[in-house]
Each structure stands twice: as structure tokens, then as C-alpha cells.
């Protein structure tokens, strides 16, 4: 089981999309983010709920609407993105299986137990320098990386595929 939900990459994805780039679209619908991405409309959508209730994206009105970023994409961590999507589950449970040893026969003695686990001090160390490193990127950075080995031709297809899609909305 991951610790980082497979719904935090879709909703990353699907975010680069909407950042301030040679490919983003400044605002899409969840119907176009989902197929260009090819994952269920369903999910994404179930995704930018709980996107715009941790303030990360707002809805857009009027016949293209559907969503933008909140902020400037530089002011979005990949933190918040999981944070968002996953909540703040922690990495590990202590289950204090210290004091589960047969041998003290249900009544641990205080050096067995006494203080923090180490184990989970292992953990927990582990878990705060994973999300420090969350904290240091951004929607921003992603975008440039991509922008940075993607052909110069590909965010003028992107926006011209979601422009596309609008367009044919607006016709119907």
C-alpha cells in the first residue's frame, strides 16, 4: 500500500495543466482535465472537491467554466496538493509492540517501555524530512520541468485541445 494515494498524482497531473506555463489552460473543466489525462470523470471530479476545499483551486463560471488555480502556482507545494487529497495521515502507528514481549507476561517493566520508541522515532524523523521535501516544490517548478524537455510545440497542442473542447461545448 503507498503511503501517497494514486489520487494525488492524477490531481497533479491534472493541476499542471492549469498552472501559469506554456501549456496551461489558466481554467478547464473536470470532463477535459480527466480525459486528457485518461482517468474517470468521476474520480477526477471526487479530486477537485477536495481540491477546492483545501483553497487550491476555485470553480470558474460561464460556458467554459470549471476550474483555475487559487493561487499563483508558485505558491502551491506538492505538500498541499497531498495534504488535500490524502489528509495528514501519518506514515507510521506506533503500536507499542515493545511492551508486548511474552517474556514480561502482560506487565512490562518501565525500561521497556519507558520514553519514546526508537523505532517510531525513526519513523517519525522519516516522515517529517519526507514532507519537508513536499513542502520544497512547487506546481510551478513541476510545470517548468515539464515545459523544459517537452517539445516548444507542445503547450500551443494543449491549449489549442482545450480550447477545442470548449468551443464544441459552446456549439451545443
Aim: proline content about 2%; some cysteine.
Amino acid at each position: 500500500m503507498s503511503f501517497i494515494s494514486t489520487g494525488v498524482e492524477y490531481s497533479l497531473h491534472c493541476l499542471l495543466y492549469l498552472a501559469d506555463s506554456s501549456a496551461g489552460v489558466r481554467d478547464a473543466s473536470v470532463r477535459d482535465l480527466a480525459e486528457m489525462q485518461g482517468i474517470p470523470v468521476e474520480y477526477a471530479a471526487k479530486l477537485f472537491t477536495r481540491l477546492s476545499k483545501a483553497g487550491l483551486v476555485v470553480a470558474t463560471e460561464g460556458v467554459r467554466g470549471g476550474y483555475s488555480l487559487a493561487k499563483d502556482s508558485k505558491d502551491i507545494t506538492v505538500h498541499d496538493v497531498v495534504v488535500a487529497i490524502d489528509g495528514e495521515k501519518g506514515l507510521f502507528d506506533c503500536r507499542e509492540v515493545r511492551r508486548q514481549c511474552a517474556l514480561f507476561e502482560g506487565d512490562p517493566p518501565a525500561w521497556a517501555s519507558k520514553g519514546k520508541c526508537s523505532i517510531n522515532a525513526i519513523m517519525q524523523s522519516a516522515e517529517e524530512s519526507m514532507r519537508a521535501e513536499l513542502r520544497k516544490h512547487t506546481l510551478a517548478d513541476l510545470a517548468a520541468g515539464v515545459n523544459a524537455k517537452a517539445p516548444a510545440t507542445y503547450g500551443k497542442r494543449v491549449i489549442t485541445w482545450f480550447d477545442d473542447r470548449a468551443a464544441a461545448r459552446r456549439a451545443h
